[in-house]
């Protein structure tokens, strides 16, 4: 019933729908939720200690058999720079003060870390069925010991030349992340986020470029979408703002308001939430000081200056300071369970891919 099968084939679900892996937002219910709905379910562990990731993908095992994404980043480390790190807090000073705190205090240093050889021990033990990468690859010597561990390998490509250097590389399975999509920007060989191309655009590509599956990402958030990607050559889609709002998410009560008001319009790419770009519903500080600043220490490290404002703005009921990432279809999301919703997006791409087969 879909045109292209050879990703169900390569990650053995039932649709051919993956569901973004999205740090900070969720955790395993998600992910037990849209295996249960017939998509591949992904869990986010960039932000993960060893020990919490296994025991997140334990109680994913023990309440659904299908397959597991873990996904990581593959970011070059950049150490804090003491000076960009006070010029940050001294351009964040004024939010401090607002909310009585003092930007003197020391804070825990912002958590995401690369895939290391740790997390490739555990990769091994707990042998995922898929494994997903942002920002490039791990070294080749880590890359050999994830397919030893019989996981296929997904990374993310924002322009063609990303996606050919994934093929090259390792990849089974490539994610077209078109610039609509929400979150951090997947791009490893540019730094210009000006000439990152659309989902429209970026697919048929991508496609004419490799020969693995290529997964469609950004814009995609219902029956439509999914069927305009497998009419651009797309093997599956990926999908992550659509689950914002459903049950299972761990998205707070202030954020899903903002989410469930904002348009088409709503959202920007910015680098003052982390230091990378990455699209989000504008909140106040990005508005104020970016959504570009170039005072934005490098990632992760611009997410340390912020933490305090972010749980103190939080306590008020606000999202001032808080990541909301989601792409610019984020007025189509709905408040369902993502099983059903899973479900419902299938349907109708499928009832949309019939009708233009006729």
């Given amino acids: 019933m879909w045109p292209d099968r050879r990703l169900l084939k390569l ?14 937002v969720m955790d395993a219910d998600l992910v037990i939720a ?41 970011h070059k480390s950049v150490d804090a720079d003491p000076k960009r790190e006070a010029g940050w ?22 958590n995401r870390a690369p895939f290391d050889a740790a997390m490739c021990e555990l990769v091994e033990e707990l042998k995922p069925e898929v494994v997903s990468f942002h920002f490039g690859l791990p070294d080749q010597a880590l890359m050999k010991r ?8 997904i990374s993310s490509a924002t322009t063609v030349k990303e996606a050919i250097w994934l093929e090259e590389n390792g990849a089974d399975a490539i994610i077209a992340q078109g610039a609509e999509a929400g979150g951090h920007r997947g791009m490893f060989l540019t730094e ?18 490799v020969r693995v599956p290529v997964i469609a990402a950004g814009g995609v958030a ?19 703002t659509a689950y914002l709002r459903c049950p299972e998410s761990r998205v707070i009560a202030p954020a899903r308001t903002a989410l469930a008001q904002a348009r088409d319009d709503s959202t920007v790419i910015t680098n003052v939430m982390t230091g990378r770009p990455a699209r989000g519903v504008a909140n106040r500080v990005m508005r104020e000081v970016g959504p570009i600043s170039a005072d934005a220490p490098a990632f992760p490290h611009a997410a340390t200056g912020l933490a305090p404002l972010k749980a103190a703005a939080e306590k008020l009921g606000k999202v001032d300071f808080t990541n909301l990432w989601a792409g610019q279809a984020v007025r189509l999301g709905r408040e369902m369970p993502a099983a059903d919703l899973t479900r419902a997006l299938a349907g109708a791409a499928l009832a949309r891919l019939s009708q233009m087969a006729r």
């Fill in 34 to 74: 849209a295996a249960q709905g017939g998509a591949l379910g992904s869990l986010p562990c960039a932000m993960l200690s060893v020990e919490m990731a296994r025991e997140q993908v334990n109680i994913i095992r023990q309440r659904v058999s299908a397959p597991v994404n873990m996904n990581f980043v593959c």
């Fill in 11 to 24: 990650i053995k679900t039932e649709l051919p729908i993956v569901q973004a892996p999205m740090a900070g």
């Fill in 192 to 209: 210009n986020i000006s000439e990152q191309p659309g989902t429209f655009a970026l697919v048929p590509q991508v496609v004419d470029a």
């Fill in 89 to 110: 807090k001294q351009r964040l000073a004024p939010y401090y003060k607002e909310l009585g705190l003092d930007p003197a205090a020391p804070v825990n240093a912002a």
């Fill in 146 to 153: 994830v397919k030893a561990a019989g996981s296929v390998v």
């Fill in 222 to 240: 219902d029956g439509r979408g999914i069927a305009a990607a497998f009419a651009l050559g797309a093997a599956g889609v990926q999908i992550g």
